[in-house]
């Protein structure tokens, strides 16, 4: 049986700017705190396969896995999942940007299950997800609007 996650947050920004910078896989490690590197293994068509890295952990250790992500520009959707899918029997997410009065919807909708006999269940990778992901989009939101600010300014 899966477990899903859903967040969502409004992002006021035009709709392309917000889709190219949450897109731009290379830059992800300005655009989220938790990644330290982003390395496109990849392309095939629309779909990227890369491979991202998280900085040390409280212990030292270095997480990194494979995934493969395939935007769809004309229904603003992402598909993507694990390759290399660690603790998770599965992961899968769908990302949807929808146009709001007050800018653009970025929702990620995650949906997995945990290997069994891992020390934590979904349940608790579901709270960890939630609370990972809510940090990260207030971050990516701060930092799209700081962007769209600044084309403001200089009249793009």
Not at 25 to 48: C, D, H, M, N
Not at 110 to 136: C, H, I, W, Y
Request: avoid cysteine; glycine fraction near 6%; aromatic fraction near 8%.
């Amino acid at each position: 049986m899966a477990s899903v996650t859903d967040n969502a947050i409004v992002i006021d920004a035009p709709m392309d700017l917000v889709w190219d910078m949450t897109n731009d896989v290379e830059s992800w490690p300005q655009l989220f705190s938790e990644y330290a590197k982003a390395e496109i293994l990849g392309r095939k068509g629309a779909t990227l396969t890369f491979r991202l890295t998280l900085h040390p952990d409280e212990n030292g250790a270095v997480w990194d896995w494979v995934s493969e992500r395939t935007p769809d520009p004309v229904t603003r959707t992402v598909r993507a999942r694990r390759i290399e899918t660690g603790p998770f029997e599965f992961m899968n997410l769908l990302w949807t940007y929808t146009p709001t009065d007050a800018g653009v919807e970025m929702r990620w909708r995650q949906e997995f299950a945990v290997r069994s006999g891992l020390p934590f269940g979904d349940k608790e990778m579901a709270e960890r997800l939630n609370t990972n992901t809510r940090r990260e989009m207030a971050r990516i939101k701060g930092l799209v609007e700081k962007a769209a600010a600044e084309q403001q300014a200089v009249g793009r």
